[in-house]
T-cell receptor, first 111, second 115 residues
Framework: KNQVEQSPQSLIILEGKNCTLQ??????????LRWYKQDTGRGPVSLTI?????NTKSNGRYTATLDADTKQSSLHITASQLSDSASYIC??????????FGQGTELSVKP | DGGITQSPKYLFRKEGQNVTLSCEQN?????MYWYRQDPGQGLRLIYY???????QKGDIAEGYSVSREKKESFPLTVTSAQKNPTAFYLC??????????????FGEGSRLTVL
């Protein structure tokens, strides 16, 4: 069954600290993987896209990694800011076109 | 600015009533989608459309209906047949047809509460 599992479910960190969010998937065959950021009460916004051949991709303080062999991705946030408080959603695209969403990780950055 | 506009932001419905959520985009995207978001769950696809006057059921279409009379518009009707309609509804569009993994551009969402 094609699934996407994210961990942890929720995370609280202090402002300025780093954190890493995990995404494991069983989707096969795989097309790409995206990370979205969703502020409370808003629509998700794309942060990065990873294809099969890419291992690392950065977008400012966000760095995504992909290990296609182990079917794992991570999103690393450096020097966290209060505005990073949001839900982070991992979305894997099956080669047939279907999008499979993870349940999200709720990140809270405290001052 | 280009984007997706959903309205209303908040909506209250009495049991037995149909309600329609509006979604308009000026991004000139072919594909449009409706998702439902519940706490602790991933987004679930309700309906999607790749072209005007055509749409397809997603994973949880029962109790919902859509239309695509214009490229820019994809309204969702939540009917009285939907047994648990209280949720956050997200409309999205993409520049390429579903099946190619294109980036989804989301609206700000509509929160529906059944009283």
């Amino acid at each position: 069954k094609n699934q996407v599992e994210q961990s942890p479910q929720s995370l609280i960190i202090l402002e300025g600290k780093n954190c890493t969010l995990q995404c494991n998937y069983t989707v096969s065959p795989f097309s790409n993987l995206r990370w979205y950021k969703q502020d409370t009460g808003r629509g998700p916004v794309s942060l990065t896209i990873m294809t099969f051949s890419e291992n690392t991709k950065s977008n400012g303080r966000y760095t995504a990694t992909l290990d296609a062999d182990t079917k794992q991705s991570s999103l690393h946030i450096t020097a966290s800011q209060l505005s990073d408080s949001a839900s982070y959603i991992c979305v894997v695209t099956h080669q047939g076109g279907k999008l499979i969403f993870g349940q999200g990780t709720e990140l809270s950055v405290k001052p | 600015d280009g984007g997706i506009t959903q309205s209303p932001k908040y909506l209250f419905r009495k049991e037995g009533q149909n309600v329609t959520l509006s979604c308009e985009q000026n991004l000139n995207h072919d594909a449009m989608y409706w998702y439902r978001q519940d706490p602790g769950q991933g987004l679930r696809l309700i309906y999607y459309s790749q072209i005007v006057n055509d749409f397809q059921k997603g994973d949880i279409a029962e109790g919902y209906s859509v239309s695509r009379e214009k490229k820019e518009s994809f309204p969702l009707t939540v009917t009285s047949a939907q047994k648990n309609p209280t949720a956050f509804y997200l409309c999205a569009s993409s520049i390429i047809r579903r099946g190619r993994g294109g980036e989804l551009f989301f609206g700000e969402g509509s929160r529906l509460t059944v009283l």
